[in-house]
């Protein structure tokens, strides 16, 4: 071979090489970049402070650490409200595998507060199959969650956008996430609106003076502002990534904040903070207040007559009109069970939400007696709950609908969970709601139903309304430990009944 032709030669495989390492490096699979991208994930923790307004009301704090072919991440959450001369406590600890794609492999997690006590064990089977055992007391119940596609948790969307390479300002990105604690899973969509630069305590130093931990060195931190919608609720949250995809700062509306910070300013400062004192200040709340508990909770037994129209003022600028349905409004167009595709979410078995339990079923049969009508259903099946269940605390467990058939009682998450499931299981589309409502001027957590009559119509089991009127605040929709997630978001909110 002449000289020339080697030369041809060595340029062809030369050229072919090239492309082949441009073709790797430029396209790979997000799957592959991810897992390319994950081995650069540094092990260690990082701490929060809970805020509203610059009060500091809790803690949470994320470790990872790295194994030969996945990561651990270990995410705890603590949160005291005082209400009514009281600290109440919310804490939860969950523990992930994933892999080095990011993908959730396993999830265990805990929880603890008013609501009760459980328990979530979640595996992954394939790519869209979670199946999620619950243990509350004695009693357990396995269930599967289908998703469609991969899902992770939502304490690791800050690193699959910043290792998806999804960290452009005006990139979009939907991610498909599974909350332990709410045990339910959800799609989201994340906005990069714009970058910023932040300053982050990385280490602290004890005040003597004031006996209180300080901020001794900062970090300015480069980071990437990201836009969703809370749970898909309708709050919205503004989060601050930087480009290791660690979380930064986070803010809800209505004026939530979850801080980065050293460990002494996090920990040691809420450790030691003045408990009696903020106890002692939520004894004796007044007219308009936001009570963090349930009504039942409270000791309300009072409950005032119906209310057509409910008009707030929302920290002292939104104007929110409530209006109850009118009777055109529950008049469907459609007759029992529904076979809308797009209402199967709101017509599946759900965990806690047992609609094909067979008792469930038979329940429900009885109840409705044949009857079609969705909104004579609705109507049946409101006047039941109410008038069987006895209005006590569950227990220490979670508020399941076979528990709380079981045991006759159930505060309203129980009267909203149970109606939901019969409701389901006739194939009246039905979902729980939770947010706030207005009894003897103040407010209160709540939660009752909607179910969908060709628009979602409130229902309250609790207090046998159907439909409900209108002194309810929708905050939250679907999911169990909605009270949890409530407490930090209606901390701030400041409501005046006009």
Request: charged content about 20%; overall charge positive.
């Amino acid at each position: 071979m002449t000289r020339r032709r080697w030369a041809v030669a060595i340029l062809a495989v030369w050229v072919i090489s090239l492309g082949w390492l441009v073709k790797r490096e430029m396209f790979q699979t997000t799957g592959a970049r991810l897992a390319a991208a994950a081995l650069a994930v540094p092990p260690g923790a990082l701490y929060y402070r809970l805020t509203v307004g610059s009060q500091q009301v809790g803690y949470s704090s994320t470790t990872i650490d790295t194994l030969p072919d996945a990561l651990r991440v270990v995410t705890i959450y603590v949160l005291d409200i005082p209400a009514l001369g009281k600290m109440h406590r919310t804490a939860s600890r969950s523990t992930a595998m994933v892999s080095r794609a990011l993908r959730l492999q396993s999830v265990d997690a805990r929880f603890d507060g008013d609501l009760g006590q459980f328990e979530t064990h979640g595996r992954v089977t394939g790519d869209s199959i979670l199946q999620v055992t619950i243990v509350s007391g004695t009693d357990s119940e396995t269930t599967r969650v289908p998703m469609a596609g991969p899902f992770t948790l939502p304490a690791l969307l800050p690193l699959r956008l910043a290792f998806g390479g999804e960290l452009k300002s005006g990139r979009s990105y939907a991610a498909r996430l599974f909350d332990p604690l709410l045990v339910t899973g959800r799609s989201v969509t994340a906005l990069v609106s714009a970058e910023s630069t932040l300053v982050v305590s990385d280490s602290a130093d004890l005040d003597s003076t004031t006996m209180t931990w300080v901020p001794e060195h900062f970090d300015t931190v480069r980071a990437f502002r990201i836009d969703h919608d809370a749970n898909g609720a309708g709050v919205p949250t503004r989060s601050w990534i930087d480009a290791q995809g660690r979380l930064v700062l986070a803010s809800t509306d209505p004026g939530f904040s979850t801080e980065r910070a050293a460990f002494e300013i996090v920990y040691e400062n809420f450790k030691h903070r003045d408990t009696m004192r903020l106890a002692r200040s939520s004894s004796a709340p007044q007219p308009g207040d936001i009570i963090p508990l349930t009504a039942l909770a409270a000791g309300v037994t009072h409950v005032p007559p119906a209310r057509a129209r409910l008009l707030l003022r929302l920290n002292g600028r939104d104007t929110v009109a409530i209006v109850q349905a009118s009777a055109s409004q529950t008049n469907a167009a459609y007759r029992l069970p529904s076979r809308d595709t797009a209402l199967a979410r709101w017509l599946a078995p759900e965990p806690l939400i047992q609609s094909h339990d067979l008792r469930i079923i038979a329940q429900g049969r009885r109840i409705i007696q044949g009857e079609r009508d969705p909104a004579r259903v609705a109507a049946l099946l409101t006047h039941w709950v109410h008038g069987t269940l006895r209005r006590a605390p569950l227990g220490s467990g979670a508020p399941s609908a076979e528990r709380t058939l079981e045991s006759g009682r159930g505060d309203c998450n129980g009267a909203a969970t149970l109606f939901v499931a019969l409701a389901r299981s006739t194939g009246l589309p039905a979902r729980t709601v939770a947010g706030l409502i207005y009894l003897d001027g103040r407010f209160y957590y709540h939660a009752w139903a909607e179910v969908f009559l060709g628009s979602w119509v409130a229902v309250d089991p609790t207090f046998d309304q159907f439909p409900a009127d209108a002194s309810r605040l929708r905050i939250a929709t679907g999911g169990l430990a909605r009270q949890a997630e409530l407490l930090p978001l209606i901390g701030r909110l400041k409501l005046e009944v006009l």
